[in-house]
């Protein structure tokens, strides 16, 4: 049974405090007031505009305790909004937590999956300032609100990609899918040996890093005119992208790196790479005069297409063959 309400918000900020205290890059003089009042107190540098974004982490629907230890559900929450930060250009600054936890849920599991998340909050120098708590009546439902800044006027939108920008996405895609996958065909009779495999074999799927030192890098040059992150897939990211924009976009199949997972590797499927979602990593376009790298931080940087003027998002698979790309990844409430 999880720690009372206030017991357990004093473990937690003494965990939040605990990693604060020993971050390197943290970003504590921007949080003024956090954990203790009935709101944070925030203080951006002048000429910095603050980015905030929302994501919830819902028990059978991100996450399953039999396939996810604590930490990997702590570490993917924050990642999952340090990943909306990123693909802004901008930089985390506090994080906000809201949680609500079965009454049956062992204490130990909220203590791994608060350290999990704190983890990653030290790595990019985030302050956990505040949140909630309360009884579910179900599973395990986590709210993570994190805030950001970037330069004023210099966020990075969905909406300014223009025809003739060449499409480009870092990293590799579709490894995070693939784990669903595997971890849905295997027996319950494997289950021990699952986690210790799948986490091993799949660390893009149970501890995603979040592009944060990439987009700022791509803002900071003017190399990028819009950006979006593979949360949901790319082929329903780049339609969220280019419908704010109001182009279309051509995609050579050939030309989308696919992740290589398992023991021994092998390429995950055009279908994963196309319409599997949480790979956290940026897609984004550069205008046509812009000289952009084969890669920047150690991170694989990728052209796959290019945008087009109209609507329509098409898929190049073999020479002179054109499909219409129809978008696949994630959707809530889709049946």
């Not at 055009?270 to 984004?284: K, T, V």
């Not at 790298?293 to 898929?315: D, H, N, Y």
Request: net charge positive; aromatic share 6%; with cysteine.
């Amino acid at each position: 049974m999880p720690l009372p309400e206030k017991a357990l918000i004093a473990e937690i900020r003494r965990l939040a405090k605990a990693s604060a205290s020993g971050g390197i890059r943290g970003s504590k003089r921007f949080v003024f007031t956090g954990i203790g009042d009935d709101c944070a107190v925030l203080r951006l540098p002048p000429q910095q505009e603050c980015l905030i974004t929302t994501d919830f982490s819902l028990e059978g629907i991100h996450f399953r305790r039999d396939w996810h230890s604590p930490e990997s559900v702590g570490h993917r929450c924050l990642a999952r909004g340090l990943s909306d930060i990123a693909a802004m250009g901008g930089k985390p600054v506090a994080a906000f937590l809201s949680l609500a936890l079965p009454a049956d849920l062992p204490q130990l599991w909220v203590r791994r999956f608060a350290n999990g998340l704190i983890s990653l909050a030290r790595k990019y120098g985030v302050t956990l300032a505040g949140g909630d708590t309360a009884e579910s009546p179900g599973g395990i439902l986590a709210d993570i609100i994190v805030v950001g800044a970037a330069p004023k006027g210099k966020s990075v939108l969905r909406s300014t990609a223009r025809p003739g920008d060449r499409i480009f996405v870092s990293g590799e895609l579709g490894g995070s899918a693939a784990a669903v996958e595997r971890m849905q065909s295997e027996t319950k009779k494997d289950k021990a040996k699952r986690q210790k495999l799948d986490q091993r074999s799949y660390p893009r799927h149970f501890y995603p890093e979040p592009r944060i030192e990439l987009g700022c890098i791509l803002r900071e040059k003017g190399w990028v005119s819009a950006m979006i992150d593979t949360s949901d897939g790319l082929s329903i990211d780049l339609a969220h992208l280019c419908e704010e924009s109001g182009v279309g976009a051509e995609v050579d199949a050939a030309l989308i790196p696919r992740a290589r997972v398992g023991k021994p590797s092998t390429e995950v499927d055009l279908g994963l790479a196309l319409h599997g979602g949480e790979d956290y990593e940026l897609l984004f376009t550069a205008p046509p005069g812009k000289r952009i790298p084969s890669q920047i931080a150690a991170i694989p940087l990728t052209q796959i297409g290019r945008i087009t003027r109209g609507s329509k998002i098409v898929l190049h698979t073999q020479p002179n063959v054109f499909q219409e790309l129809e978008p696949g990844g994630w959707q809530h409430f889709r049946r």
